[in-house]
């Protein structure tokens, strides 16, 4: 099959997407408008007959004093990544993006190459032989993304180093809790001991949650502050969440949702959950030092849940965690908390990179990770 790879509109690309039965927030049209410092294209792939039949977003990002840029589909392009001839789907991309003046192309594939359960992970935690999940034994393994992975690395593309500062792109290791076919009952029996004990315990202490708007960004952006803080990472500045929640409303008025929880008139955690059809995801959470004990990141996290289901969801995505098992380590908290809703361990096929020109890619790398 021979495609031909063209921009179309953004009408265009949300028609297609809302016929697919998952694609990443981040390859909605909506998305260009979130990444304002970035510029941008759709890009539709035409079969033989003319039909529509792949879609991605395209993000443009030029190294200061070059002409070119990078060329970024992050969690895309949604195309066949079963298919045994990628470069058919690739090579017309590629063809675009050079003539588009791209130094260099990171796509995104959200092909699942393997699982483990929470029961697995649990294991792992507990064998101090362990460090590394990758290492474990996987529940499933995705043939279909193995064959891509090797059609990708023959092609010239190459998967960017853990660590490096460019490299900080879409996490590859992500935990999703399975939502088709169960209910309530089912979902909290698949919960560990400590998560339905504290599910309960914000029951009985009284948390409410209740779904906010947009006025209510800034308490939930104080909070989020207070965690930034306390758990140290760097925040984003606050006007981020309004543009955020204007894009992504508008091209669906239940794309994007805010949750509080609340403990006697005060805040206690936090939440915002974006759905794109059946699949739903945890975005950014917030939860206040104070009254940790009534527990509302558990009751907020329940809440969104039962309405992902509710919605008809068949995944429910926690997004990124490290593969890292090791018990000494500060990111093994992390895995710990997410197993514990019962769901498993994602590895997607991950970011692949291709360069075009290989002194700007490098430039581009070192800029990057300066600016952190």
Same mark, same amino acid.
């Given at each position: 099959m021979t495609f031909r790879v063209r921009v179309i509109t953004a009408g265009e690309h949300a028609a297609f997407n809302a016929a697919q039965p998952a694609?990443?927030?981040?390859?909605?049209?909506?998305?260009?408008?979130?990444?304002?410092?970035?510029?941008?294209?759709?890009?539709g792939w035409f079969d033989d007959r003319g039909r529509l039949v792949g879609a991605g977003l395209v993000l443009y990002r030029r190294l200061p004093g070059a002409k070119s840029s990078l060329a970024y589909l992050p969690e895309g392009p949604v195309i066949d990544w079963a298919s045994d001839d990628l470069a058919g789907w690739l090579g017309p991309l590629v063809d675009h993006l050079k003539r588009s003046g791209a130094f260099a192309i990171r796509i995104g594939a959200t092909a699942v190459a393997r699982t483990w359960s929470a029961e697995t992970v649990k294991a792992a935690i507990?064998?101090?032989?362990?460090?590394?999940?990758?290492?474990?034994?996987?529940?499933?393994?995705?043939?279909?993304?193995?064959?891509?992975?090797?059609?990708?690395?023959?092609?010239?593309?190459?998967?960017?180093?853990?660590?490096?500062?460019?490299?900080?792109?879409?996490?590859?290791?992500?935990?999703?809790?399975?939502?088709?076919?169960?209910?309530?009952?089912?979902?909290?029996?698949?919960?560990?001991?400590?998560?339905?004990?504290?599910?309960? $315990? /914000? +029951?009985?202490? #009284?948390?409410? &949650?209740?779904?906010? !708007?947009?006025? =209510? %960004? *800034?308490?939930?952006?104080?909070? @989020?502050?207070?965690?930034?803080?306390?758990?140290?990472?760097?925040?984003?500045?606050?006007?981020?969440?309004?543009?955020?929640?204007?894009?992504l409303s508008a091209e669906d008025k239940d794309r994007i949702r805010l949750y509080l929880a609340h403990h006697e008139g005060d805040l206690v955690a936090s939440a915002i959950r974006i759905r794109v059809g059946g699949h739903a995801w945890y975005s950014y959470g917030a939860s206040a030092t104070a009254?940790?004990?009534?527990?509302?990141?558990?009751?907020?996290?329940?809440?969104?849940?039962?309405?992902?289901?509710?919605?008809?969801?068949?995944?429910?995505?926690?997004?990124?965690?490290?593969?890292?098992?090791?018990?000494?380590?500060?990111?093994?908290?992390?895995?710990?908390? $997410? /197993? +514990?809703?019962? #769901?498993?361990? &994602?590895?997607?096929? !991950?970011?692949? =990179? %291709? *360069?075009?020109?290989?002194?700007? @890619?490098?430039?581009?790398?070192?800029y990057m990770s300066r600016r952190g």
């Open positions: 694609v990443s927030f981040l390859q909605t049209p909506a998305w260009a408008s979130v990444k304002r410092e970035w510029g941008s294209q759709s890009l507990a064998d101090p032989g362990i460090t590394r999940l990758g290492d474990v034994p996987p529940d499933t393994v995705d043939e279909a993304a193995a064959r891509a992975r090797v059609q990708l690395r023959d092609l010239g593309w190459r998967p960017p180093r853990e660590e490096e500062g460019f490299s900080a792109g879409q996490p590859r290791w992500v935990f999703q809790v399975p939502l088709a076919g169960k209910d309530e009952d089912q979902l909290l029996k698949g919960m560990n001991q400590l998560w339905r004990r504290n599910i309960k $315990k /914000a +029951g009985r202490a #009284g948390v409410t &949650v209740t779904q906010g !708007g947009v006025e =209510d %960004l *800034p308490d939930f952006y104080r909070v @989020y502050l207070e965690t930034a803080e306390r758990d140290r990472f760097i925040p984003r500045p606050f006007g981020y969440f309004p543009a955020m929640f204007e894009a009254k940790r004990e009534v527990r509302g990141s558990n009751a907020v996290q329940w809440r969104m849940l039962t309405d992902a289901l509710a919605a008809g969801c068949t995944v429910y995505d926690l997004r990124g965690i490290t593969d890292t098992v090791d018990k000494n380590s500060p990111h093994v908290g992390l895995i710990r908390f $997410k /197993a +514990g809703t019962g #769901g498993k361990a &994602v590895e997607y096929l !991950g970011e692949w =990179d %291709l *360069p075009l020109n290989r002194l700007l @890619y490098k430039a581009f790398d070192v």
